[in-house]
């Protein structure tokens, strides 16, 4: 369901995430004309299935610093769906100083990273290791939750038998450079970080009959960085 695709891309799904209450906010937020990625995170979250703890600066750093994420859920989501939640004051608090100079300034690519680029699943550890408090609420048909780039977030757990239904869109304002790794291509992408990525390693050594380089583990990562 994610990328660039007639499904993502198609007028239903514009009309829902991308319409014009939405792009009147953000123009009026930025003050200028913005755009959106053409690539949307559509997900269906299953049960038992959260998303662990990180900032999506790792994933698509390489373009405008004033890039926000928008997350609309579908329907009315309790938290016990699966809802998205935030650690407050992550993004500025001095205590998540070293976590943004090293975690937060990673490029999952450039990395060569292995798994998902959650920085860990356990909520506990952000804010006893670096400060804030999780915030989080049911949502209701309508509501959004939007953030930048450097705040940490992650999921409740959808304890339902129900799919939880919701879509990630990213907005910039149109006269900065947009990350070209989510513009433009319009093809189905099997996502190779985040949620549906695989956790176990993909290639812990250098394969030298395909010539593909080593890829290093966010637990790796870690313990260089002292955290």
Not at 131 to 154: C, E, K, N, S, Y
Not at 159 to 183: G, H, V
């Amino acid at each position: 369901m994610e990328g660039n695709t007639d499904l993502t891309n198609s007028p239903a799904i514009h009309a829902v995430f991308e319409g014009q209450r939405a792009f009147g906010f953000f123009e009026k937020y930025f003050g200028e004309k913005v755009i959106t990625f053409d690539y949307k995170w559509l997900r269906a979250m299953p049960n038992n299935g959260f998303t662990g703890a990180h900032v999506d600066r790792v994933y698509m750093g390489k373009g405008s610093s004033n890039l926000l994420t928008m997350w609309t859920p579908i329907g009315d989501v309790p938290i016990e769906m699966g809802v998205l939640a935030v650690c407050e004051g992550s993004h500025r608090l001095p205590g998540f100083e070293k976590f943004q100079d090293t975690y937060g300034n990673l490029d999952v690519d450039d990395a060569n990273l292995d798994g998902t680029g959650w920085f860990t699943k356990d909520p506990f550890e952000i804010t006893e290791k670096f400060g804030g408090r999780w915030l989080t609420t049911d949502f209701q048909a309508g509501d959004v939750l939007i953030f930048p780039m450097r705040t940490v977030h992650m999921s409740t757990t959808n304890t339902t038998q129900f799919a939880r239904i919701s879509c990630d869109t990213r907005w910039q304002p149109a006269s900065e450079q947009a990350d070209s790794r989510f513009m433009g291509v319009r093809q189905p992408v099997s996502s190779q970080y985040g949620l549906y990525s695989n956790d176990a390693s993909l290639q812990k050594n250098s394969d030298s009959s395909t010539g593909h380089a080593r890829r290093i583990t966010m637990e790796e990562l870690r313990k260089q960085w002292e955290l």
